[in-house]
């Protein structure tokens, strides 16, 4: 079964710095899609970054980039320069199957992310 | 473009009553997703539609959860007999499988507090 593991409950950063975020996941499958969404205060969950398993290069979207390293089945969301609207929590997700196709979405736990001024 | 909306935005009723959540998704969006998340969780998925078919509803917790998409577009969550364990957000996604990854764009989410 598959299954996102985000082990950061909280993180506080500077803001300005870099802030990795954990994600390990578990999947048979062998195509498959990682996500990252944010949800700040006001609920609502934005998309940011997709990376597929068969993608041979790290995918990037402005400041956030994924760290994806498939054989230790990792998938970091790495944003660089922090701002102080990237407070939120920041969830990790997997789909299994080819992108072509709709599949439910799993949802890690999510990180709290707090940028300090 | 108008992104996915969610009506009512905010849902109170008594234990036992019976309440419908509906769904409307981006214009040629194919799939429709339903999630609940509970607070301090992540989404949790109950059923997904291609077209107006439920294609997999693996994830509703029991009877009591009922949704349809007649013409395959707006959907609707159905719960009957609500229990105080259904309080949550209810959380709306679509996505055009094939599109970029397949990603699914949420809306604003139905808050149901069951009394």
């Known amino acids: 079964a598959q299954k996102i593991t985000q082990t950061q409950p909280g993180m506080f950063v500077q803001e300005k710095e870099a802030v990795t975020l954990d994600c390990t996941y578990d999947?048979?499958?062998?195509?498959?899609?990682l996500f990252w969404y944010k949800q700040p205060s006001s609920g609502e969950m934005i998309f940011l970054i997709y990376?597929?398993?068969?993608?041979?290069q790290n995918a990037t979207e402005g400041r956030y980039s994924l760290n994806f390293q498939k054989a230790r089945k990792s998938a970091n969301l790495v944003i660089s320069a922090s701002q102080l609207g990237d407070s939120a929590m920041y969830f990790c997700?997997?789909?299994?199957?080819?992108?072509?196709?709709?599949?439910?979405?799993?949802f890690g736990s999510g990180t709290r992310l707090s940028i300090r001024p | 473009g108008a992104g996915v909306s969610q009506t009512p935005s905010n849902k109170v009723t008594e234990k036992g009553k019976y309440v419908e959540l509906r769904c409307d998704p981006i214009?040629?969006?194919?799939?429709l997703y339903w999630y609940r998340q509970s607070l301090g969780q992540g989404p949790e998925f109950l059923i997904y539609?291609?077209?107006?078919?439920?294609?997999?509803d693996s994830g509703l917790p029991n009877d009591r959860f009922f949704a349809v998409r007649p013409e395959g577009s707006v959907s609707t969550l159905k719960i009957q007999r609500t229990e105080r364990g259904d309080s949550a957000v209810y959380l709306c996604?679509?996505?055009?499988?094939?599109?970029?990854?397949?990603?699914?764009?949420f809306g604003p989410g139905t808050r149901l507090t069951v009394l």
């Open positions: 996604a679509s996505s055009l499988p094939g599109q970029g990854g397949g990603e699914q764009f």
């Open positions: 990376q597929g398993s068969y993608d041979q």
């Open positions: 539609f291609q077209g107006t078919g439920a294609a997999d």
């Open positions: 999947t048979s499958d062998p195509s498959y899609g």
């Open positions: 997700a997997m789909r299994e199957g080819r992108y072509s196709s709709a599949s439910k979405i799993i």
């Open positions: 214009s040629g969006h194919t799939a």
